[in-house]
């Protein structure tokens, strides 16, 4: 799939006439990053902005006790680092490669260009709403729940990111590293080990392979 191709399933450049897609395919990069490089790190300036063509991001900031606390994980066909590209400040957290990645990457005057037409603004607000009211729930998560609701919370929250619906109705996904989990709700890979091993005792979850099965009453407890 060449360039012009893959900008076109990225939902905010779907509505872009072959024109505008044309010329931006001819001015987009192609990027690789190993697992764990850093696409770019909190507060430093914002030239460029990217689209994921195969593998994960993890977006994260500091907490003041220097522990990474995950914001978001990103996977092929979302992008990021548009905030810098908008408003001219300093990147607000750090993308990280959780995989081997490949990016398609625009600068902030290419971007510019094309950030001005009604379909991207629509779509732009439209996912950064989704975004903000992702935050929004996750701030409520951490602030109102105990350890256990927030491991349960997080889990939820990646089945219904990332998962997908079985014959049965349960909900299959990635089996995340127990420290990508504690890093999501600001606590300790121990913690969370035991969370689940409390989870998988009690039927409400169950362990196949490299993925995780929400149990039939996991979604009527936590949801």
Known sequence: M????????????????????????????RRHCAKDTVVFFENEEG???????????RVTILGDDGREIILTMLGPGDFFGEMALLDNEPRSATAIAAEDTE?????????????????????????????LRRANHQIQTLALLDVYGRVARVILDMAKEEGRRLKDGRIAFRRATHQEIANRIGTTRETV????????????????????VLGPDFEKAFD
């Open 193 to 212: 080990t035991r969370m689940l091993k409390d989870l998988e005792r009690q039927g409400m979850i169950s362990v196949d392979g490299r993925e995780i």
């Open 2 to 29: 060449d360039e012009r191709e893959l900008l076109r399933t990225v939902p905010i450049f779907s509505e872009l006439d072959e024109g505008d897609i044309t010329s931006l395919a001819q001015l987009a990069t």
């Open 103 to 131: 990016l398609l990457c625009l600068h902030r005057n290419d971007f510019q260009k094309v950030a001005t037409k009604r379909s991207i603004t629509a779509a732009l607000i439209k996912v950064l709403t989704q975004r």
């Open 47 to 57: 030239d460029s902005f990217f689209m994921i063509l195969e593998g994960r991001i």
